[in-house]
């Protein structure tokens, strides 16, 4: 020990362990501080360092990690808040839709656990069901939805095919959407207010069954990713006047909505025309106030409506029958909220008319 060189190196060593020491208990520490904010929901177990996680529910009891993650997947839409993709999981050699959700955009709340269980409970044959919800480890969350291959009722009606303009296709769309809204709103214990319908969030099977996807989203986003969401349904047309912030969404701002679409089932128009004449109006219930009071009517619906389909054996409807509906469609979209119809009136009304 009276080696000054060897005490030097023993010392420098014991230096260089320290620092190491020090360094490696600051980076556990910064590590474990950004797990906790990043991805502090859905943590199933006592240890805190889980990182990912993956909770599944009716029909979707066959999803993993590993599937999910390694599924290739083609982009079918995007928006500021996420991103969806047609998936192949090669297991279970099925086709999902995965939403993932940007973490910039995700709500940071104690009860994001809480949300993503109520909106995976929901079951009914007109709502697209939560399969399964995937946390991870950069705070990135995906929500995973069975696929359906026709596409949604925005295409469908845009496209302007002979179904399109079919009543008992259109009725069968339209009580299929109020079916859905109608679980939303009454048959829940917990109600959920959809706060993003439109036409591009009604998915149509083969056979024309109408299913309502996206209900509840905004539930799950940040005020700022909420309000971009809002930003947007206005810009669409679906917006109820009477909306300002996303967190005031009601039941009675859906059935707004449901109007929008009951006038494009319709109508065969969009809710909003974005390249209008100096005699046209932009907006779609606008439009057909006007028409009403220069009794054009038939601007309000597409007069394909009226043909029979022999060849289907269908009952011919009555004109009658489509004013009908169009005023039911009306009221929804008044612009005083008191006004419109609660989901039940308008359910009973459709079937009224399709008596």
């Not at 104690?110 to 991870?136: C, M, S, T, W």
């Not at 259109?170 to 939303?184: N, T």
């Not at 005699?279 to 009071?293: C, G, I, K, Q, S």
Request: aromatic share 8%; charged share 25%; net charge negative.
């Amino acid at each position: 020990m009276n080696n000054p060189h060897m005490l030097k190196l023993i010392l420098g060593l014991t230096s260089a362990i320290v620092l190491i020491s020090l360094i490696l208990v600051i980076f556990r520490y910064f590590r474990k501080s950004q797990n906790d904010v990043e991805s502090p929901e859905l943590k199933h177990g006592d240890d805190e360092t889980e990182t990912e996680d993956l909770v599944t529910f009716q029909g979707g009891q066959d999803l993993t990690i590993d599937d999910i993650l390694d599924a290739p997947g083609e982009v079918i839409g995007k928006s500021n808040y996420g991103t969806l993709y047609r998936a192949l999981l090669h297991r279970s050699n099925s086709v999902r839709l995965l939403r993932f959700l940007r973490p910039i955009c995700i709500a940071r709340f104690k009860d994001f656990d809480e949300v993503i269980q109520l909106l995976g409970y929901v079951r009914h044959p007109n709502l697209v069901p939560l399969l399964g919800f995937y946390a991870g480890p950069r705070g990135e969350k995906l929500l995973i939805h069975p696929f359906l291959g026709r596409g949604n009722l925005a295409q469908f009606i845009k496209d302007g095919n002979a179904e399109s303009h079919k009543w008992t296709t259109m009725y069968k769309i339209s009580i299929g959407i109020a079916k859905g809204l109608d679980h939303l709103h009454t048959g829940l214990q917990r109600p959920i207010v959809h706060g993003n319908l439109k036409s591009k969030n009604i998915l149509l099977d083969r056979n024309y069954q109408s299913y309502i996807s996206d209900f509840g989203l905004h539930l799950l986003l940040n005020p700022t990713a909420g309000q971009e969401m809002l930003e947007a349904s206005a810009a669409e047309g679906y917006k109820a006047p009477e909306l300002i912030k996303m967190k005031d969404a009601s039941e009675r701002t859906d059935i707004y909505s449901l109007g929008i679409i009951l006038l494009e089932l319709i109508s065969g128009k969009e809710p909003i025309n974005e390249n209008p004449t100096p005699d046209e109006d932009f907006h779609l219930p606008t439009f057909m106030r006007n028409a009403v009071l220069d009794r054009r009517i038939t601007d309000l619906y597409h007069p394909d409506i009226l043909l029979s389909n022999h060849s289907d054996n269908e009952t011919p409807v009555t004109e009658e029958c489509i004013l009908k509906y169009f005023q039911l469609a009306m009221s929804c979209c008044s612009p005083s909220p008191s006004l419109r119809p609660n989901i039940k009136q308008v359910l009973l009304k459709l079937e009224e008319i399709g008596i």
